[in-house]
């Protein structure tokens, strides 16, 4: 690894200006766990790193009525040690739970999950499926940006020279809504997604019919995936097997995966229709109350 | 499960003392290669190659010497120019002009990650940084990865200086296959003739890496006297020496090979990687060298085990009788002759009394990493094509697969397809430990699942095993043992001295010698350890109680020969010493005992398991949960029972791994795609279940206490067995490995259209 | 020459100053300039467990973590473990259970097990396995490790 200077920042807008005078020089340490590894390997390279855990900001999180203010630091591992947030936003701590294993939760965030941008990210579908807006301080100012739209190709995303992720902002949780996310990996643990999908849904009071869905896949496409139609084509239908086998299909033949040493086009079309499926199943009945552990 | 007669009749034997190198390793405190520290130290680094196969036309060094902080470089110009000598490592034997070639690449790199360079640092991060100012110009040659393509007349020629040896003759035109191996029994015509059912499949398996943690590792000092000092991570410390001294050209007793406590090595540790190149680094800069392979360069640069090619072919009567079988297996070998086809072609029918067979095996070059040892080498590949095809010929026949296995299970005269004939063995007893068990009979309810058995054969080799041991006078003895411990093998040692010498476990202090403490032993390798080594620790105590019954008779003015030993104990008419009592008195009778042995015991001995699975395969994604897994296995006599365990339930899920997810991904060039934990994908604790083990006892007769090695056994059956279950769960035979998601969701795709 | 950075941190109770470059992992720090040698190195890249320490009461991979990140942190490490002249429970349950047969990711999984029981003292065999899922062994084929922690549960609860 070549050697980089490395600096600790306080305040944001000490981030944002060291962040801005090395442009894509510098990199932004919060758990290390993409980025030390990438260094390492020569992936990546940079002049300088700057570490951002120590900014209360980026650390905090709070959930309201309004919904969860995220800090883009926070590790995983108090994400899915909160009750209140498992209750809330279950889908969040399904790809919490299985990023790494959990030595790497104890410092990966979902934030860094997001900024890395892989095609294969464990938490992106979830905060595609929950409509997550990402709060982006920089030279200019701040901004936000609807996370459907932050990556931008493999390991590329919107932030510009001297951007820094803060928050991610989810929307309240609303009455008879649930939100999974499964993937599929070869092994149990410490592998990455073949495929990913993301789902949540809001039922009517009685919770037979779908008002509004949103799903997203990833690992199937050079960014991951908003299912913008096949979301859309599940309003107004009924919870049933046979409406998630239309969303299967749908995903299915939207997926555009390439074939690597994780699998082959064909497996990844047909799994992307497997974990909508499975994925839609967890989201409706957690937004009927119920239990679902997608491990078991 | 030892039986409770055995129990009684020893007093060590059969117990679960804590190992004596223990609290050391729970601690942190243990030594492993790595951790070895000592005053001005530097970091050593290898330049692999990036490509599969090239022409080197040149190397050019010269930046890099004038790095900063940069003390050695070293290249194929630095070493000993070496011939064609074949070096004896105990288990396999090397030519030391392709040992050397493969430590560092000559003219051609014959894989991608081949040694091309090295060069030593102040610190291992300038080592890094130093490494990409050599420049290195390739001509890129073409590359071949699969073993069939690797045969074929036009393939891309890695050396053209071998030629096919076949028979006792030798090919006229240079090639790929540098061994044809052929056995025969019987007369396979008229065996087949007398089949009514014959089924013949044919089989493919991936390359797998060994996968041990610890990288490999070594440190070398070639002092100003001359002398080289070498700490390494090996499975043996003289063969090391061996390789090393061949390498560098020097006298072997200018070499000392210090092994470290090892960090894993299931066969991979054996051939040497870094101990000549740190050596000569040392001797360029005059300070000792450490050089420590990153994963990747493990995964890349040492040995995994061959991909193999294999069709197998099998006939039966309609009673169940096995009457012929023909196994035709291509190995590749990686970049250098010498693979593991020997043992798997050998294996390939151990299990089954079979009278009429032909076996023909090749080993093949291709662009691959020169493979290794791998617990029971060449075993496993061809278990899961020859138990995959007994399956099926007695789902034809209708007969239940563990009783056609037991009706045609090889037994004590039965002939081996390569000419030895079995003394007494034990594959009946653990079929039929396997029919009685719990999981046997236990019924296998839910859709998508399957039960699958399968067994094993592994060799346990003898070679040479060293011993000495130095009696306190406190009673205890401290035992010196040439067999480095990869899994607890200084306890199995020290407990059957114990045993023999009637002192208890823990009165034994053992320890594992360097080359120049402790006279030559062999590798820990080929399941011998606490076979032969233990065998030596035996003799060593019979030694030590013959000159303890000496002493007894000087304190009490007898004759040796009327002292008895009762328990342990030293008796002569009312007067007794315990063996403690007696030590202290050791000043006064002509100073102090000590004991040595050396042991060869001649051949091998034999070795079967049995396995059942139980598995769930997820009908929409392919796949496979391990519900239930039970090893059986003939221990001979089980020394330390966990320990013995131990290597079952790690055997097996090694060989799970192997079943359904580990491989070596290549890309179109050649290169290793997944050359990482994260993607090469080893199975997690959450992988798999516990894993039931049944030791079954039927002694050894080729040691006093029965013991027959079950390191390597427990791989074998694993991936049959498996593929065995997935056949029963879902009508899908699958017939490569691993049978990971993709390829069995493929299967079963075409089994549904189809 | 590199330039290097002053960390004063909290090693297994006693504090501890070190000099050391940005790129430098605290994996490395540990091993190399402060000789605590027990935690090993499997892959260095976060895959295997062989290092984990806890830092801050955290189990982490050592060699993701920058040294130059633990001014003023709480670490952990294997050497830390055992108190005065006795084995820490789940050290002397790994020797009780044969949960060890090379030992190279021994101490990684002692400091897993560790973070699990101080959190969760009675964890049943999935959640041990899922929670030790971050730590690879090769030889123990898993099956003793467990045991050997489900032991060190009921010994931990027999000592409150």
């Given at each position: 690894m070549n050697d980089f200077e490395f600096q600790t920042a306080t305040t944001v807008d000490e981030a944002v200006?060291?962040?801005?005078?090395?442009?894509?020089?510098?990199?932004?340490?919060?758990?290390?766990?993409?980025?030390?590894?990438?260094?390492?390997?020569?992936?990546?390279?940079?002049?300088?790193?700057?570490?951002?855990?120590?900014?209360?900001?980026l650390m905090q999180y709070s959930l309201t009525e309004k919904?969860?203010?995220?800090?883009?630091?926070?590790?995983?591992?108090?994400?899915?040690?909160?009750?209140?947030?498992?209750?809330?936003?279950?889908?969040?701590?399904?790809?919490?739970?299985?990023?790494?294993?959990?030595?790497?939760?104890?410092?990966?965030?979902?934030?860094?999950?997001?900024?890395?941008?892989?095609?294969?990210?464990?938490?992106?579908?979830?905060?595609?499926?929950?409509?997550?807006?990402?709060?982006?301080?920089?030279?200019?100012?701040?901004?936000?940006?609807?996370?459907?739209?932050?990556?931008?190709?493999?390991?590329?995303?919107?932030?510009?020279?001297?951007?820094?992720?803060?928050?991610?902002?989810?929307?309240?949780?609303?009455?008879?809504?649930?939100?999974?996310?499964?993937?599929?990996?070869?092994?149990?643990?410490?592998?990455?997604a073949v495929v990913g999908a993301g789902a949540w849904v809001q039922l009517d009071a009685r919770g037979e019919k779908i008002e509004r869905a949103r799903l997203a896949l990833a690992a199937v496409a050079p960014t991951p995936l908003f299912l913008s139609d096949a979301s859309a084509a599940l309003a107004g239908k009924p919870a049933t097997?046979?409406?998630?086998?239309?969303?299967?299909?749908?995903?299915?033949?939207?997926?555009?995966?390439?074939?690597?040493?994780?699998?082959?086009?064909?497996?990844?079309?047909?799994?992307?229709?497997?974990?909508?499926?499975?994925?839609?199943?967890?989201?409706?009945?957690?937004?009927?109350?119920?239990?679902?552990?997608?491990?078991? | 499960m030892t039986p409770k007669s055995e129990q009684k009749k020893y007093k060590v034997i059969g117990t679960r003392p804590i190992r004596h190198d223990g609290a050391d390793k729970v601690t942190g405190r243990a030594v492993?290669?790595?951790?070895?520290?000592?005053?001005?130290?530097?970091?050593?680094?290898?330049?692999?190659?990036?490509?599969?196969?090239?022409?080197?036309?040149?190397?050019?060094?010269?930046?890099?010497?004038?790095h900063p902080g940069v003390l050695a470089v070293v290249?194929?110009?630095?070493?000993?120019?070496?011939?064609?000598?074949?070096?004896?490592?105990?288990?396999?034997?090397?030519?030391?002009?392709?040992?050397?070639?493969?430590?560092l690449a000559h003219d051609k790199v014959l894989y991608k990650g081949h040694a091309v360079a090295a060069l030593a640092a102040v610190n291992p991060h300038v080592a890094e940084e130093a490494l990409k100012l050599i420049k290195v110009d390739y001509e890129v040659l073409p590359s071949v990865t699969w073993v069939m393509d690797a045969m074929k007349d036009d393939a891309p020629l890695l050396h053209n200086d071998v030629f096919t040896k076949s028979m006792g003759k030798r090919a006229s035109k240079p090639s790929n296959v540098p061994t044809h191996i052929h056995f025969e029994k019987g007369n396979i015509e008229e065996g087949f003739k007398a089949a009514d059912v014959i089924v013949e499949r044919e089989f493919k398996t991936a390359s797998v890496h060994q996968g041990y943690i610890e990288p490999h590792v070594s440190t070398a000092l070639w002092n100003q006297d001359g002398h080289v000092t070498v700490w390494t991570s090996t499975?043996?410390?003289?063969?090391?020496?061996?390789?090393?001294?061949?390498?560098?050209?020097?006298?072997?007793?200018?070499?000392?090979?210090?092994?470290?406590?090892?960090?894993?090595?299931?066969?991979?540790?054996?051939?040497?990687?870094?101990?000549?190149?740190?050596?000569?680094?040392?001797?360029?800069?005059g300070r000792p060298v450490k050089m420590v392979m990153t994963r990747e360069d493990v995964f890349e640069g040492t040995g995994p085990t061959p991909g193999s090619f294999m069709r197998v072919?099998?006939?039966?009567?309609?009673?169940?009788?096995?009457?012929?079988?023909?196994?035709?297996?291509?190995?590749?070998?990686?970049?250098?002759?010498?693979?593991?086809?020997?043992?798997?072609?050998?294996?390939?029918?151990?299990?089954?009394?079979?009278?009429?067979?032909?076996?023909?095996?090749?080993?093949?070059?291709?662009?691959?990493?020169?493979?290794?040892a791998y617990r029971a080498p060449g075993a496993t590949q061809a278990a899961f094509a020859c138990e995959t095809v007994i399956d099926e010929l007695a789902e034809k026949l209708e007969i239940d697969p563990l009783e056609f296995r037991l009706k045609n299970a090889a037994k004590e005269g039965t002939r081996r397809v390569d000419g030895p004939v079995y003394p007494r063995v034990g594959l009946v007893e653990t079929l039929e430990a396997a029919k009685n068990s719990p999981h046997w009979k236990s019924k296998l309810e839910g859709k998508h699942r399957g039960r699958g058995i399968a067994s094993g054969y592994w060799f346990n080799i003898g070679l040479k095993s060293s011993v000495a041991a130095n009696v306190n006078n406190d009673g205890t003895v401290s035992l010196i043992e040439g067999s480095t411990d990869i899994g607890g093998t200084r306890t199995s040692i020290a407990m059957q001295f114990a045993e023999t010498l009637g002192i208890t476990a823990e009165a034994v202090h053992p320890r594992v010698g360097d080359t120049d403490s402790v006279g030559y032993t062999d590798v820990t390798g080929g399941s011998r350890t606490t076979f032969a080594t233990g065998l030596a620790a035996h003799e060593v105590a019979l030694d030590i109680q013959r000159q303890m019954r000496e002493r007894a008779a000087i304190l009490w003015e007898c004759d040796a020969s009327q002292v008895q030993v009762e328990d342990g104990a030293y008796c002569h008419k009312d007067k007794r010493l315990t063996f403690a009592e007696l030590a202290g008195q050791l000043g006064h009778t002509g100073g102090p005992v000590v004991g040595r042995a050396t042991v060869s015991p001649e051949g091998a001995s034999n070795a079967f398991g049995t396995h059942l699975v139980d598995v769930e395969v997820d009908p929409d994604t392919a796949k496979v949960t391990i519900l239930r897994y039970t090893a059986i296995q003939d221990a001979g006599r089980a020394i330390h029972p966990s320990y013995v365990e131990g290597q079952m339930q790690g055997g097996a899920v090694q060989g799970i791994g192997w079943a359904l997810n580990e491989e070596y991904v290549y890309s179109d060039q050649?290169?290793?795609?997944?050359?990482?934990?994260?993607?090469?994908?080893?199975?997690?604790?959450?992988?798999?279940?516990?894993?039931?083990?049944?030791?079954?006892?039927?002694?050894?007769?080729?040691?006093?206490?029965?013991?027959?090695?079950?390191?390597?056994?427990?791989?074998?059956?694993?991936?049959?067995?498996?593929?065995?279950?997935?056949y029963a769960a879902t009508g899908v035979r699958m017939t490569e490995l691993p049978m990971s998601p993709p390829r069995l969701w493929a299967a079963m795709t075409k089994g549904k259209q189809s | 020459m590199v330039r290097k950075t002053h960390v004063a941190t909290t090693i297994n109770g006693e504090p501890v100053e070190f000099l050391c470059e940005a790129r430098q992992s605290l994996l490395e720090v540990l091993r190399e300039t402060l000789g605590l040698t027990g935690s090993k190195e499997g892959c260095n890249n976060g895959n295997c467990g062989a290092c984990t320490v806890l830092l801050d009461g955290q189990p982490v991979d050592s060699c993701l973590v920058l040294a130059v990140e633990v001014e003023g942190a709480q670490i952990t490490t294997i050497e830390g473990l055992s108190k005065d002249s006795h084995l820490h429970p789940i050290q002397q349950c790994f020797l009780e259970d044969a949960a060890l047969q090379c030992g190279i990711c021994t101490p990684g999984f002692i400091m897993s097990a560790k973070a699990l029981l101080d959190r969760d003292p009675n964890p049943s065999e999935h959640a041990i396995r899922f929670q030790l899922a971050g730590n690879l062994c090769r030889c123990t084929g898993y099956d003793k490790i467990i045991r050997a922690v489900q032991d060190s549960a009921k010994r931990m609860a027999g000592q409150k």
């Open positions: 200006s060291l962040l801005a005078a090395k442009g894509n020089r510098a990199r932004v340490l919060t758990g290390g766990t993409d980025l030390i590894v990438q260094l390492r390997e020569n992936l990546r390279e940079a002049d300088l790193v700057v570490d951002v855990k120590k900014i209360p900001e919904g969860l203010r995220l800090g883009a630091g926070v590790p995983c591992y108090r994400i899915y040690g909160d009750e209140a947030i498992c209750k809330a936003y279950p889908g969040l701590v399904d790809s919490a739970r299985i990023i790494g294993g959990w030595q790497i939760q104890s410092r990966a965030s979902i934030g860094g999950n997001l900024c890395n941008s892989s095609p294969a990210a464990d938490s992106i579908p979830t905060l595609i499926a929950y409509d997550v807006i990402c709060h982006i301080a920089g030279p200019e100012g701040r901004r936000t940006v609807p996370v459907a739209e932050f990556c931008t190709a493999p390991g590329q995303n919107v932030l510009k020279r001297g951007e820094l992720l803060t928050e991610l902002e989810f929307p309240a949780a609303a009455r008879h809504s649930g939100g999974a996310y499964l993937r599929f990996i070869p092994r149990n643990e410490m592998d990455i097997e046979a409406t998630f086998k239309e969303a299967a299909a749908a995903a299915s033949a939207i997926a555009k995966p390439i074939n690597d040493k994780r699998g082959t086009v064909e497996y990844r079309k047909h799994l992307a229709g497997v974990l909508i499926e499975r994925s839609l199943v967890g989201a409706v009945r957690r937004a009927r109350g119920e239990k679902w552990d997608p491990h078991l | 492993y290669g790595a951790d070895l520290r000592l005053a001005g130290i530097v970091h050593g680094k290898i330049l692999r190659s990036p490509h599969a196969h090239a022409k080197v036309k040149s190397i050019d060094t010269s930046a890099a010497e004038k290249t194929r110009a630095d070493m000993p120019n070496l011939k064609d000598k074949i070096a004896d490592l105990g288990e396999g034997s090397v030519n030391l002009a392709h040992l050397g070639a493969n430590v499975q043996g410390a003289f063969t090391a020496r061996a390789q090393t001294a061949e390498l560098l050209q020097i006298p072997v007793s200018q070499v000392t090979v210090v092994p470290c406590e090892i960090g894993g090595g299931f066969g991979g540790k054996i051939a040497v990687y870094l101990e000549p190149v740190a050596a000569m680094l040392s001797r360029k800069c072919k099998l006939g039966a009567t309609k009673d169940g009788k096995l009457v012929a079988g023909e196994a035709w297996l291509a190995y590749d070998a990686g970049a250098f002759p010498g693979g593991v086809i020997g043992p798997g072609a050998m294996c390939v029918f151990s299990c089954y009394e079979l009278p009429h067979a032909k076996v023909d095996g090749y080993d093949v070059l291709d662009n691959k990493p020169k493979t290794q050649g290169r290793m795609e997944n050359a990482s934990y994260l993607d090469y994908r080893m199975p997690t604790a959450l992988d798999v279940p516990a894993i039931e083990t049944i030791i079954v006892e039927v002694p050894n007769p080729a040691h006093p206490y029965g013991v027959r090695g079950v390191g390597e056994t427990p791989i074998i059956a694993p991936p049959a067995a498996i593929a065995n279950a997935i | -």
